[in-house]
């Protein structure tokens, strides 16, 4: 009787704790899955997150930069994409500037822009661009849309990742057909 109170004291003890760390067992469960179907290396993908808090670390930590630059950073496979807006010219060459030097960063396309930082509502409508481009990918048969990072800006989708011809020729197909996208910029990296 005693080993069985022991042992129901166990089990209700791990679920109690299990309950609490739910949704870290479902995040790292996701990123475990997100890191099986990616086509880079689990390195490479740590290396891809490094570099974008190193940067996004840089551009906060700078006294020059402040709310006349806007400017995101996506890293994928050490290739990094700099998209956004700047006041001034100075201040988007400060940016690439201090980004430059992260270790890690194999080139950088620098999208960035000399205007007024977009509004809020221009970036929800880039959030729901990116959603449907996705959502489109997804859609599109012999596409794995987790090998395809999205980003845009201003209506500009960049599409980006390690692919097949192919299949980058297929997600810029599918791209194009989402309303509201006005240009497409492949800078994908071909496996073929």
């Not at 290396?47 to 994928?76: C, Q």
């Not at 890690?104 to 959030?127: C, K, L, Q, Y």
């Not at 959603?131 to 849309?145: D, F, P, W």
Request: with cysteine; net charge neutral; proline share 2%.
């Amino acid at each position: 009787m005693r080993t069985r109170y022991i042992f129901l004291t166990t089990i209700l003890g791990a679920i109690t704790l299990a309950q609490g760390c739910a949704p870290i067992i479902i995040a790292g469960g996701a990123t475990a899955a997100a890191v099986a179907t990616d086509r880079r290396t689990v390195g490479a993908l740590v290396d891809d997150n490094a570099i974008e808090l190193k940067a996004r670390k840089a551009l906060n930590s700078d006294p020059e930069i402040g709310d006349d630059v806007h400017v995101n950073i996506t890293s994928m496979n050490g290739i990094v994409l700099l998209t956004g807006e700047t006041t001034t010219g100075e201040l988007r060459d400060r940016a690439l500037a201090l980004i430059r030097d992260i270790p890690g960063i194999r080139s950088i396309n620098n999208n960035v822009v000399i205007a007024e930082p977009t509004a809020f509502a221009n970036r929800t409508h880039d959030s729901w661009i990116t959603s449907m481009v996705k959502a489109r990918l997804i859609g599109t048969e012999n596409i794995r849309s987790n090998h395809i990072k999205v980003v845009t800006e201003s209506s500009v989708v960049y599409l980006m990742g390690l692919v097949k011809q192919k299949e980058g020729e297929m997600a810029a197909t599918a791209t194009q057909q989402v309303a509201g996208v006005t240009k497409i910029v492949k800078l994908f990296e071909y496996l073929d």
